[in-house]
């Protein structure tokens, strides 16, 4: 898949040389890529020309900053070539040459340890400079050019028209914005696209209900009719919906009816088109509210709606093509290894949401050119991607691997999983609400607001609110359930928003501390690196700092921001830990001129990767 084409960049190392040397050349300063090409340059010495081996971040610090486990998996192949009789042996020999190769300023020890492990010790020398490098690189630490020249489609969000934005909808937004930030930083040109589900059959039957609603309010002009359906919240609308469907289930002519709204709207019926753009206009000006409140703008809003004229050129073409099919009075698709086929046309002769993916893989193909297109939605969508990407290979408007999809589970404890056809869903502005009570709350229990104005206040606990819900998200793989306990995500101990945000606000504050008693915060970069050799306290926050930039590639090769939070939460941890050990600001010599450095350092890479996940840091809390 596209994961693995991405990886293979990175990883390409030997198997082909003009990247191996780019990679050296350019990256010299990551110690993963140190270590890499250096274990490339040794097995291309004993021979072996392709090796697939990841680069470990063992569990204690005893066993190093990074690990291999080469002589175990590449035992039989190099044995001979290092004669080693056991896998440690083989590990040990491994070592000594790696240690002739690796350079003595970012690697310090290399050592075997059973059964045949190799362990890279990263040199206090190379921690420091890298702490220098974050100051200097300051908001750009961690961002590459890798991905230049490539663009990616995210198609996230896209919440559906007259109907509530939902916590799943919730969950695509954030993590298809998380996604969306961690591509932008390597480098890639990214396009967000919202795909609003402003079309469909379910248009029919809002369409018949408040064409209903006008008759029983005997509405007859145009004007009285639009200000009515003007006024409908999207709530009323909701139970409209819902409404619908509990009469429809004995008065099948209630369906057919509403079907035929639908087809006259996609054939260009004046009040059908009156109604279906009111609906859209009054939705989407609240779904603006949530964007405003979680603090996102996405760069298209290209609804299902837009692709009318494209859906008629996909249908011409699967008819040429002799591809499509009738079936029981509908259009459809075989496709090979698949029971059901996929139906483009409904029997009623109104188009398919799968046909609307198709129509849009064309566009945007046309349009953008992507290297790859990803689907941030919820799992209960795995069938009908399957079947759109089946379809689109099949048509050659695009290849398989530039196809990703990125299932979220659903958010439990809520209320578990209830649909708007049922008419609870739980409203994400109350959820989000409630976030921000509850951050202020916590923020005043704690005190750490308390010189502040009623306005500083209410931002902060915005922020923070906001913050929790967005990370609470983004901590887990997209891909799990979530379950949601506002203990957890409001709590100011413990993997949660609240807690890397206070963590960057007691560095900044720090900071500020020292400026006012008179140290030269900007002399910090610019100086040499202070004479001091740190404590392990104080090399461990930077022996975790060296994870930032790898961990951002790999959260976008895996699709999966939690690798970013994890990270982030881990470099926190290190961090409170040095400061709640030792006394920062005493006496302006080397060693406060470094701590105060390290605390710097640790609030800009807590500020770069939050950004990235869409959190705010916060100068005060
Ligand atoms: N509107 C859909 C829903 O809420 C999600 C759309 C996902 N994107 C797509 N290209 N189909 O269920």
Redesign the pocket.
Same mark, same amino acid.
């Given at each position: 898949m596209a994961q693995s084409k991405l990886l293979a960049m990175e990883e390409g190392g030997i198997v082909n040389n003009k990247i191996f040397i780019w990679w050296v050349i350019m990256t010299s300063m990551e110690a993963n890529k140190e270590i890499k090409a250096a274990i490339f340059k040794v097995m291309a010495e004993a021979g072996l020309k392709k090796i697939n081996f990841t680069l470990e971040k063992p569990n204690e610090a005893k066993q190093g900053d990074y690990a291999i486990n080469i002589a175990l998996t590449e035992f039989a192949a190099l044995k001979e070539k290092f004669s080693a009789k056991t896998p440690f042996d083989l590990a040990k020999k491994i070592a000594l040459r790696l240690k002739q190769v690796v350079a003595s300023s970012v690697i310090e020890e290399i050592k075997a340890m059973p059964p045949g492990f190799i362990n890279f010790h990263l040199s206090s020398r190379y921690l420091m400079n890298l702490m220098k490098t974050v100051l200097m690189e300051k908001e750009n630490f961690g961002r590459c050019q890798n991905g230049e020249g490539k663009t990616v489609v995210i @198609?996230y969000s896209?919440?559906?028209i007259a109907k509530p934005f939902g916590v799943g909808?919730l969950r695509s937004t954030i993590i298809g914005q998380a996604l969306y930030n961690i591509y932008e930083f390597l480098g890639y040109k990214v396009i967000g696209d919202n795909?609003i &589900?402003d079309w469909g059959t379910q248009f029919g039957k809002l369409i018949y209900q408040i064409e209903k609603k006008a008759q029983k309010l005997g509405l007859t002009t145009k004007k009285a009719k639009e200000k009515m359906i003007n006024s409908l919240t999207i709530k009323q609308l909701e139970k409209l919906y819902v409404d619908f469907h509990r009469r429809a289930d004995d008065q099948p002519l209630m369906e057919k009816q509403a079907r035929a709204w639908f087809k006259k709207l996609e054939d260009g019926d004046e009040e059908a088109k009156m109604i279906w753009q009111i609906l859209v206009a009054s939705s989407m000006k609240e779904y603006e509210k949530i964007y405003d409140m979680l603090s996102i703008k996405i760069d298209f809003v290209i609804g299902e709606s837009f692709y009318q004229e494209e859906m008629k050129k996909v249908l011409l073409e699967t008819k040429k093509k002799n591809l499509l099919q009738e079936s029981q009075g509908a259009k459809v698709i075989v496709i090979e290894g698949f029971e059901t086929p996929a139906m483009l046309i409904k029997s009623d002769g109104a188009t398919t949401y799968l046909l609307r @993916?198709l129509a +849009?893989i064309k566009y945007r193909q046309r349009r953008w050119r992507p290297d790859l297109i990803i689907?941030e +939605? &919820?799992a209960d969508?795995k069938f009908h991607f399957r079947q759109v990407f089946a379809v689109a290979v099949m048509l050659n408007y695009i290849d398989k691997e530039k196809l990703v999809y990125i299932p979220h589970g659903m958010i439990r404890g809520l209320e578990g999983k209830l649909s708007t056809r049922q008419g609870k869903t739980i409203h994400l502005e109350t959820v989000l609400e409630e976030a921000i009570k509850r951050a202020g709350r916590l923020a005043d229990e704690a005190g750490i607001v308390k010189n502040l104005s009623k306005g500083q206040q209410k931002e902060i606990a915005k922020e923070v609110g906001v913050g929790a819900i967005k990370y609470n998200d983004l901590k887990q793989n997209p891909k799990t359930d979530i379950v949601f306990d506002w203990e957890k995500v409001l709590r100011l101990k413990g993997n949660s928003g609240p807690y890397l945000q206070y963590t960057g606000a007691r560095c900044q504050s720090v900071m500020q501390k020292a400026k006012e008693k008179g140290w030269n915060l900007e002399g910090i970069k610019k100086e040499k690196l202070p004479s001091y050799q740190p404590n392990s306290a104080e090399l461990s926050v930077l022996r975790e700092t060296c994870y930032f930039r790898e961990t951002i590639e790999r959260a976008a090769f895996a699709f999966a921001p939690n690798l970013l939070a994890q990270f982030l939460y881990r470099l926190a941890k290190q961090y409170n830990c040095f400061y709640d050990n030792y006394r920062i600001l005493q006496n302006k010599s080397q060693k406060d001129f470094f701590r105060l450095s390290l605390t710097a350092a640790t609030a800009q890479t807590l500020e770069n990767g939050l950004r990235l996940l869409g959190l705010a840091t916060l100068e005060k809390m």
């Open positions: @198609d896209a919440p559906n909808h795909h &589900g @993916d +849009t689907y +939605t &919820g969508h």
